[in-house]
């Protein structure tokens, strides 16, 4: 079947730390890849996306690269900021030509000053 | 427009008792998702829209469950007889075309006690 594993947080850094957030999948085909984020009280937000392999999404300084033959899609950033204090979702999408998402646990990041 | 948007965002029931939440998509959006999110846990997809077909439904959606898209536009999602395992973020997303962003709501938090 498909799914997505992901580190469990909290994950706790200072600010100005660089940040890895490790994401593996499991799928049958060719998945698309995702990273979303939860700031408290607001809903679920995309960061970046990746459709094939090889491919590189980023946004605000968030970077996740689609390996195949790791089967992975870690989440970095070189220097992380008190305001990125949430929960990130690593997620997969199979191409079954509606936006079905099979997410991770989440991965709770504090930064703190 | 202001995004998906759903109602109530709290909801705080009695076990045993039936309960209704809406989901307004964004207005062009054709697809309309709902998805479960428990705590420390990603969202779970439970069913799909597009227009106003209901086109699957995942086995998490048991009998007690029903999803509806009258006109196309709007979307309920009522629970009857609750039990307290049905506590969760009910979360609603929409999308335009298949394989585009799906932007999410902030959720109903249901509290069945």
């Known amino acids: 079947g498909n799914s997505v594993t992901q580190m469990e947080g909290p994950v706790t850094l200072s600010e100005e730390a660089f940040l890895t957030i490790n994401c593996t999948y499991t799928?049958?085909?060719?998945?698309?890849l995702f990273w979303y984020v939860q700031y408290p009280g607001e809903g679920l937000q995309l960061l970046l996306k990746?459709?094939?392999?090889?491919d590189k999404g980023s946004n605000k300084g968030f970077e996740a690269t689609y390996r195949k033959e790791t089967t992975s899609f870690h989440l970095e950033k070189g220097s992380v900021q008190v305001s990125d204090s949430a929960v990130y979702f690593c997620a997969l999408r199979v191409n079954t030509g509606f936006q079905k998402l099979v997410f991770g646990t989440g991965t709770r990041l504090l930064v703190s000053p | 427009d202001t995004g998906v948007s759903q109602d109530p965002r709290h909801k705080i029931t009695k076990r045993g008792q039936n309960v209704t939440f809406r989901c307004d998509p964004i207005s062009e959006h054709n697809r309309l998702y709902w998805y479960r999110q428990t705590l420390g846990q990603g969202p779970e997809f439970l069913t799909y829209?597009?227009?106003?077909?209901?086109?699957?439904k995942s086995r998490l959606l048991s009998d007690r469950f029903s999803a509806e898209r009258p006109k196309g536009s709007f979307s309920t999602l009522e629970i009857q007889r609750t039990e307290q395992g049905d506590s969760a973020m009910y979360l609603c997303?929409?999308?335009?075309?298949?394989?585009?962003?799906?932007?999410f709501g902030q959720g109903t938090r249901l509290t069945v006690v």
């Open positions: 829209f597009q227009n106003e077909a209901q086109l699957e």
């Open positions: 990746a459709t094939k392999a090889d």
């Open positions: 799928a049958t085909g060719y998945p698309s």
């Open positions: 997303a929409s999308s335009f075309q298949e394989h585009t962003e799906a932007f």
